[in-house]
């Protein structure tokens, strides 16, 4: 993704690559799409091996960056998992463990933590509402005090990996307030439904909380002071979403240009035609810029610098592009590129879903606008 890429950063995306490449190539990606989970337990513990668990969570609590930049570090996995349309509990996983690090307690830290940062626990973001938008200012669902603890009573919707999570991070309201809470996902009262979703190896679940009775234990941070961590975990769902979109088209265009010199038309390869020519070089400028918008939401997220902002841009522009490029390259690709056995729908699929999920280009827009005529430029 980062054209500065440090040596260090440049080894480790060679090293993603490698696996993803070697553990899940496309083929294994049709067979995974099979499984119930949508991936291999065993491969998700080799992959938090290789670090993509750890990087938001500092060293002291078991964690690590490769560059001092967890999130930049981060989103070279994100985009090695696009360009492979590899399965995975990437966003979610990493969102649970940075907001444990962040805010949990000691005994969260230390009795639940290590299982996410290896793999053996598996966490879900649970955020979005069927009645609400996306961002942080739209959660709605309550929590109750009762008997020293909390009742929880809603509905989240749009939840990776609900059905295979361990824990599930809440965000709800007590008294109006943002607060959150790390739940056990086999708490009474808590009734998963699964949910379909495009992506062939990405699961969502609809969570229902019925009276769901949880202690302070549960508590993820303060009563009411979650505002700043649900924000940082927006922010960093946002750039994850934009290296994978980035990730996923850029190879799709290298797979499209290759065949472009392959295919013949009238005894002349399609690389050859002008009008191609033109497109592939709108694609590639596309690219680039996609690539540049992502890498500095990446370092806006990590150091705190206008986060909002240049998240939403990312999303935006990638979220936008990067749909209309792959859909550019099967229309290049001709009758096989409609097909099921080409895989150039396994990427088309999981850029749509990237797109819509935590806010379509249109809402970040709209915020981008709201942004704008407040400042009154």
């Known amino acids: 993704m980062r054209i500065d890429l440090s040596e260090e950063q440049a080894l480790f995306q060679e090293t993603v690559r490698r696996f993803v490449e070697t553990e899940t190539p496309v083929s294994r990606v049709r067979e995974i799409g099979e499984n119930p989970d949508g991936f291999d337990h065993d491969w998700w513990r080799q992959a938090a091996e290789l670090g993509w668990t750890s990087l938001l969570v500092p060293e002291d609590l078991g964690g690590g960056s490769i560059s001092d930049d967890g999130v930049a570090d981060l989103a070279i996995v994100a985009e090695e998992v696009g360009r492979g349309v590899a399965p995975g509990p990437l966003l979610p996983v990493n969102v649970v463990a940075a907001s444990v690090a962040r805010s949990g307690s000691t005994d969260q830290q230390t009795e639940i933590l290590p299982g996410l940062l290896d793999g053996r626990l598996i966490g879900a973001w649970c955020y979005h509402e069927p009645s609400g938008g996306w961002w942080p200012e739209d959660v709605g669902l309550e929590a109750e005090l009762v008997d020293g603890g909390f009742r929880l009573e809603g509905t989240k919707q749009a939840v990776e990996g609900a059905v295979q999570a361990h824990y599930l991070l809440v965000t709800a309201r007590v008294d109006g ?193 709201s942004i704008v005529d407040a400042e009154g430029v």
């Open 177 to 369: 307030a943002l607060t959150q809470f790390l739940v056990p996902a086999d708490s009474e009262g808590i009734r998963i439904v699964p949910q379909q979703s495009l992506d062939l190896v990405r699961r969502f679940g609809e969570v229902h909380f019925d009276g769901v009775d949880v202690g302070p234990d549960c508590l993820l941070g303060q009563v009411g002071g979650a505002i700043d961590d649900v924000r940082y975990q927006f922010h960093i769902a946002l750039v994850l979403q934009a290296a994978e979109m980035a990730g996923a088209s850029g190879r799709v265009f290298e797979f499209t240009l290759e065949y472009s010199f392959d295919r013949f038309s009238f005894g002349r390869p399609l690389a050859s035609y002008q009008a191609l020519k033109h497109r592939f070089a709108d694609m590639k400028l596309w690219l680039e810029t996609g690539y540049a918008t992502t890498d500095q939401a990446a370092i806006g997220v990590s150091r705190g610098d206008d986060a909002a902002r240049l998240a939403s841009v990312a999303k935006s522009y990638v979220g936008d592009r990067s749909v209309e490029i792959i859909q550019d390259c099967v229309q290049m690709h001709g009758g096989i590129g409609v097909t099921w056995e080409h895989d150039i729908h396994l990427y088309l699929r999981r850029a749509a879903v990237d797109r819509e999920l935590f806010g379509s280009p249109e809402d970040h827009l709209g915020y981008l606008g």
